[in-house]
C-alpha cells in the first residue's frame, strides 16, 4: 500500500495546549475542521506534536484530541523536521523561502499497513494520541532525552563571549541560512541571558516554535513563544530581507479568535 500526502497552504500547526483548548470544544473543532477544509489547507503533524500529549495522566485530553484529528482528516500531514547533518548550513540563497518539511515515513508506512486493513483513512489513524498515552511512560524517557540535550546544548553554546555577541547583534541579513535566523530569533532571550533557566518543557516548545514557523503559515503557540515569533516578523520587515514565516496567536488577547477568522479569510496572497 502506498501512501502519498501533499502539503497544501495555508499550512497549520498547533502546540500542545492549543490542540487541546480547541478539541475540549465541540463547537471550536466543527470551526476548526471547516476552515481548513474550505481553505484546502494542511494541518502539519510532527512526532513531537503527538508525543508530549504521553506527560498527561489524564487520557481524556488523548481522547479529545483524536476527535479533533477524526474531524479534519484527511486534510493532515506527517512531518519529521528533524534536524540533520548540515543542519542550517549554507546561505540564504540556497533556501526555499516556503519550505516543504521532509515526510515522515517511518509512521507513513505504519499508518499504510493500517489503512491497507481497514481501507479507511479515519478508521487507520484511529487513536493515535490515545496509543501514545498508552505508553507515555516510554515516551516520557525519550521526550526527556530530547530535551535535555537540547538544554545542554543552548547552555554551552551560552558561555561563549564571541557567540552572544554575535547573537546580540544578529538581524536577518538575507546571508545566514533561514535555519540560522529563525533559531537565533526564537532562542536569543536564552543566549543573552546566561543566567536564563530553560527547562524540559521550553526545551520541547522550542522545537514547537520552530518548526510552525518554518514551515507553517499560521499557527497557536503559547504567550511567550507569540512574542517571539513576533520579534523575528518584525526584524525581518525592518530589514527588507524577502523571508516569509508564519504569523503566530496565542490564547492571550482573545488569539484563538484571531486564529481562527485568519484561517477562514485566508487568501494565497495571505
Given at each position: 500500500m502506498l501512501w502519498r500526502q501533499t502539503f497544501e497552504r495555508p499550512a497549520i500547526y498547533l502546540d500542545i495546549f492549543a490542540i487541546r483548548h480547541i478539541a475540549k470544544s465541540l463547537e471550536l473543532t466543527q470551526r476548526f475542521a471547516e476552515a481548513i477544509k474550505s481553505s484546502q489547507g494542511t494541518w502539519m503533524f510532527t512526532p513531537i506534536t503527538v508525543s508530549e500529549f504521553a506527560r498527561f495522566s489524564d487520557g481524556t485530553h488523548s481522547?479529545?484530541?483524536?476527535?479533533?484529528?477524526?474531524?479534519?482528516?484527511?486534510?493532515?500531514?506527517?512531518?519529521?523536521?528533524?534536524?540533520?547533518?548540515?543542519?542550517?548550513e549554507g546561505n540564504f540563497e540556497d533556501d526555499a523561502d516556503r519550505p516543504i518539511p521532509a515526510a515522515d515515513e517511518p509512521?507513513?508506512?505504519?499508518?499504510?499497513?493500517?489503512?491497507?486493513?481497514?481501507?479507511?483513512a479515519v478508521e487507520a489513524l484511529q487513536g493515535v494520541f490515545l496509543m501514545l498515552h498508552e505508553h507515555r511512560g516510554q515516551m516520557g524517557e525519550v521526550l526527556n532525552e530530547v530535551a535535555d540535550r537540547f538544554i545542554q546544548c543552548v547552555e554551552t553554546i551560552r558561555t561563549n563571549d564571541t557567540y552572544r555577541?554575535?547573537?546580540?547583534?544578529?538581524?536577518?541579513?538575507?546571508?545566514?541560512?533561514?535555519?540560522?535566523?529563525?533559531?537565533?530569533?526564537?532562542?536569543?532571550?536564552?543566549?543573552l541571558d546566561v543566567?536564563?533557566?530553560i527547562d524540559k518543557?521550553?526545551?520541547l516548545d522550542f522545537s514547537h516554535a520552530f518548526n510552525a514557523v518554518n514551515?507553517?503559515?499560521l499557527t497557536m503557540l503559547d504567550g511567550a513563544w507569540e512574542r517571539r515569533v513576533n520579534a523575528l516578523r518584525k526584524s525581518i520587515d525592518d530589514s527588507g530581507t524577502p523571508m516569509t514565516v508564519a504569523r503566530c496567536y496565542s490564547l492571550r488577547q482573545d488569539g484563538m479568535e484571531q486564529f481562527l477568522t485568519a484561517l477562514e479569510n485566508w487568501q494565497p496572497s495571505s
Open positions: 481522547t479529545e484530541a483524536d476527535a479533533l484529528l477524526r474531524a479534519v482528516l484527511p486534510n493532515i500531514h506527517l512531518a519529521l523536521p528533524e534536524a540533520g547533518e548540515g543542519w542550517g509512521n507513513m508506512d505504519f499508518f499504510a499497513r493500517k489503512f491497507a486493513q481497514t481501507g479507511d555577541a554575535n547573537a546580540k547583534a544578529s538581524r536577518p541579513d538575507g546571508v545566514r541560512s533561514r535555519m540560522k535566523i529563525i533559531s537565533g530569533a526564537l532562542m536569543r532571550d536564552w543566549i543566567n536564563s533557566t518543557n521550553d526545551a514551515y507553517c503559515d
